[in-house]
């Protein structure tokens, strides 16, 4: 799974907004549930085979099912069967013989079905249970997470057609175990079992479902039964339906099918959102040494839906953000979702982990393998950029090296396993142990793993032994480490020259990581004109290193790699980083050198960012574009051409954009002739830049060329919008911010809510305040935007509430009155917040 990580921008009150997932991953819960030992689920009996016939009832939002059961006992005799089975009204139990149905006693409670079957099964005996029943998954009390943000298994879209803007849809979502809301299972990732899945559907609709569609059927009301059949045993987890208006795009890797699924809208764009597929397919099945297993590759677009992307075994379900117009994606695609999910058809449905203790098996070789895709297809600096990225936004949800265990095995609830240390610090922990083990011996081990494994489930354990058997080596330190101790080192570092010696001194710093880490690190040190690399070996928590050196060092580089899964806080002058940039220009190298003169005072920092104008980084381009200050004229001068020739013509919209909105920063009319081409600009990002820039140098102008773009532009650049309203808070700008926490999807509601909140708090309308209190509660409640979004808006509202009032008590008249509503309005919408 791939969650969908949003940021959200509210400033008020001092406070300012990370991302959910930060929110939800810092460490220090006093949780009881933390003490208890999460243990394998105990397999008393094993899934053999699951037959579904299912149809739909949309009036209700029911699905009608029958199934029919394949079970043996796994080791030890019984002659009882427990089934997951959430929400359920069970019509009917029966064992199926050659003689037909025979019925079984049973009860059903607490989201349970217990079964007692005949006479006792020995583990050489196979057995199946028919099963009628109805599936009610809108009635089923269920609460999702911040990373999966509903969990009742079935979703119903659109289904009367009410909405015009929105498709007719069902879709799936069985991670973690809200499959048994829609069919009875043992849910639980270490069971395995063949399919077979029969939909019966309005006749206009298309379905999809894992592995081969075999027959379609006809029937004489109108509908069409699709029969899924998937020989493969998988997880009941990766189980998935979707139906709805879908066209399909095919394509093919090996004579093996291909497919794209899209509202109709975006068909035409199937290629240019997902045509790297087939190159990825062969990258994986190379890479690993394991063709890709299954007889199909389907992904679909569904809307609404509850996170980022699932895996479900040969049918990915992304969310809409993936689904783009070839307009939408000149800004951007999300090729790194769609290389996660196809990673995960290896690692987490071809071997699954075999608990959510255990989830770093799957999700931190996803993220893995988008960072080796990012490589293959555009180079290194692109594989160094994304595991840069990686290790900053697991780096950004922790404190003083304190983060919870890689396999992790207390925890309070197993939806708290989907946060950045199962994802981007795992991922970063493979990287670097590829990088101590060597390529060829990490993916033969990794094929170990997977051919030893394959089509069962797999622990740290079990990649651990592989890599063993492949390099005689003994990997249990790095393991014990990495993945059985928490946290990460920090390490203070001092560069200092005696006597033509290099000498770096080391400390490890970290007070709340238990451990003292070993630390294989590549040093490279530039003296005299030349370098010298060195390896070292951290193990203890105060080290020194000395080198014979010819002079001075222009630069002690440590962990030339990137490799280290912590923080550097070193003493680094502005001469070296001035000479890092230049001279050892790894990604990370440079993008911190820029950092660093991004923030400096010092003389040559703006040189440093007219340099990184030209950075072969398009990322880095911006991080220089928005680092200049352009208050030194010479730089300026120098700066300023470049900047221009960027806004015209480089090939990035985010470096288009960024130029545009710095060149506004200068307040010459001169550029009003470029922001006037930024608006006819296709690019949605582009046009949102030459907006606010026209908003700095002409406010009036950019109001009246605002109202000149069509709705579409206007839609796509609503953050842009919001911002211009936020200077101009008048009342006839509600319905901008209605229409958006109204009918926006989770991203387009982040982007905005945080300026629709200041726009209420400019705004001196009681009535205006009122309705948008409401506008922004409803909008939470309809996507479900719990968690950190709520509890600081709500910090926010009460911080105003306060201020509203003390306001009112030296004003007087209308605006007296109209204030203290105001004040009222905020605190009690505050409460009602803290209430959620």
């Known amino acids: 799974m791939k969650k969908h990580f949003v940021l959200y921008g509210l400033i008020a009150a001092g406070l300012s907004y990370a991302t959910e997932l930060q929110a939800q991953t ?31 009832d949309y009036a209700k939002r029911y699905l009608y099912g029958k199934e029919w059961l394949t079970l043996k006992p796994h080791f030890y005799a019984t002659d009882s069967l427990t089934l997951d089975a959430q929400g359920m009204d069970i019509k009917e139990v029966a064992l199926v013989g050659l003689k037909g149905n025979t019925p079984l006693k049973y009860s059903y409670n607490d989201n349970k079905l217990y079964i007692t079957l005949n006479k006792k099964y020995s583990n050489t005996e196979k057995y199946t249970v028919y099963i009628a029943y109805t599936a009610k998954p809108d009635e089923l009390k269920v609460k999702g997470s911040a990373a999966i943000t509903d969990a009742k298994g079935l979703y119903f879209i659109n289904p009367d057609g009410s909405d015009k803007n929105k498709p007719t849809q069902i879709w799936t979502q069985g991670e973690t175990e809200s499959s048994s809301a829609w069919f ?70 090996k004579g093996k099918e ?29 890479t ?35 689904q783009k117009t070839d307009r939408e994606l000149l800004d951007g695609n999300e090729e790194g979702t769609i290389a996660h999910e196809l990673f995960h058809q290896w690692f987490g449905d071809y071997v699954t982990a075999e608990s959510w ?92 793993y997977l051919t030893t494994n394959a089509f069962k489930n797999g622990e740290t354990h079990q990649l651990r032994l592989a890599m063993e058997e492949v390099t005689g080596k003994d990997w249990s330190p790095y393991f014990n480490q990495w993945y059985y101790n928490g946290g990460h080192p920090i390490l203070s570092v001092d560069y200092s020259y005696d006597n033509g010696k290099a000498i770096i001194k080391i400390k490890q710093i970290q007070e709340n990581a238990v451990q003292t880490f070993t630390l294989p690190l590549k040093v490279d040190i530039y003296a005299g004109g030349k370098k010298i690399s060195k390896d070292i070996l951290i193990d203890s928590r105060d080290q020194s290193f000395s080198f014979e050196v010819s002079s001075k060092p222009d630069l002690i580089d440590l962990d ?116 006037s081409d930024g608006l006819k600009d296709r690019s949605y990002k582009v ?54 926490m109204a009918n926006g999807d989770r991203n387009k509601v982040y982007a905005v809510v945080g300026a629709y909140y200041q726009y209420l708090t400019r705004n001196n309308n009681p009535a205006v305040t009122e309705k948008g209190i409401k506008n922004i509660s409803d909008a939470i409640d309809r996507l479900k935007l719990s968690g950190g979004l709520t509890k600081q808006l709500a910090a926010a509202y009460d911080s105003t509430a306060q201020g509203k009032a003390k306001q009112a008590s030296s004003a007087s008249g209308d605006a007296k009155t109209n204030l203290e509503k105001q004040a009222d309005l905020f605190k009690k919408a505050a409460v009602d917040l803290n209430n959620k």
């Open 357 to 448: 203790s255990n989830l770093t098996m799957n999700e931190s070789f996803a993220t893995f393998g988008e960072v080796i895709w990012r490589g293959h297809d555009g180079g290194k600096d692109a594989e160094d950029k994304s595991r840069y990225e990686k290790l900053q936004t697991y780096l950004g949800s922790t404190k003083d090296g304190e983060s919870p265990v890689l396999a992790r095995f207390h925890y309070n609830d197993k939806e708290d396993m989907f946060d950045n240390i199962s994802y981007s610090k795992g991922s970063i922990i493979l990287y670097a142990l590829k990088n101590q083990m060597g390529d060829d011996a990490f993916f033969k081990s990794l094929n170990r």
């Open 687 to 740: 046009i949102a830049a030459s907006i606010g820039g026209l908003a700095k140098l002409a406010p009036e102008e950019s109001i009246a060329a605002l109202a000149q773009l069509d709705q579409d532009t206007k839609d796509h650049i609503a953050p842009s919008i919001a911002a211009l309203y936020v200077g101009d808070p008048a009342d006839a700008h509600q319905p901008f911010f209605e229409n958006v």
């Open 560 to 675: 030339v790699d990137k490799i280290l899964v912590g923080e550097i806080q070193d003493n680094k002058t502005p001469e070296n980083y001035y000479f890092q940039y230049k001279n050892a220009a790894s990604y990370a190298n440079r993008i911190n050198a820029l950092s660093f003169a991004a923030k400096s005072k010092d003389a040559k920092a703006q040189d440093l960012l007219v340099s990184g104008l030209k950075d072969q980084s398009a990322d880095l381009r911006v991080l220089s574009i928005r680092g200049l200050k352009l208050t030194d004229e010479q730089s300026k001068n120098v700066a300023l051409p470049i900047l221009l020739q960027l806004a015209k013509t480089d090939k990035n919209t985010d470096v288009r954009s960024a130029a545009i909105s710095k060149l506004a920063t200068t307040g010459d009319v001169a550029y009003k002739a470029l922001l």
């Open 288 to 322: 690993l040494g394991v063709d890709y297993p299954w007889n199909k590759y389907s992904q679909i677009v569904g809307r609404d839906y509850v996170s980022g992307a699932m895996e479900n075994t040969t049918a990915t379900l992304h969310g809409e953000h993936v």
């Open 26 to 56: 810092q460490p220090g819960s006093k949780d009881n549930n933390l003490k208890i030992y999460r243990v394998t689920a105990t397999k008393v009996n094993d899934l053999v085979h699951t037959k579904l016939d299912v149809s739909f």
């Open 258 to 286: 291909v497919s794209y699924y899209l509202e109709p809208k975006y068909a035409p764009y199937a290629k240019q959102i997902f045509g790297k597929t087939p190159d990825m397919i062969q990258f994986y099945s190379t």
């Open 184 to 253: 009875p299972t043992i849910d639980k990732p270490d069971q395995k079992t063949t399919a077979e899945i029969s939909m019966t559907v309005q006749s206009k609709y298309v379905t999809l479902s894992n592995g081969k569609l075999v027959t379609q059927k006809a029937n004489a009301n109108g509908t069409r039964t699709d029969t899924w059949k998937m020989d493969l045993p998988h997880s009941p987890y990766l189980f998935m339906m979707a139906v709805g208006d879908f066209k399909i795009t095919k394509d093919t890797w």
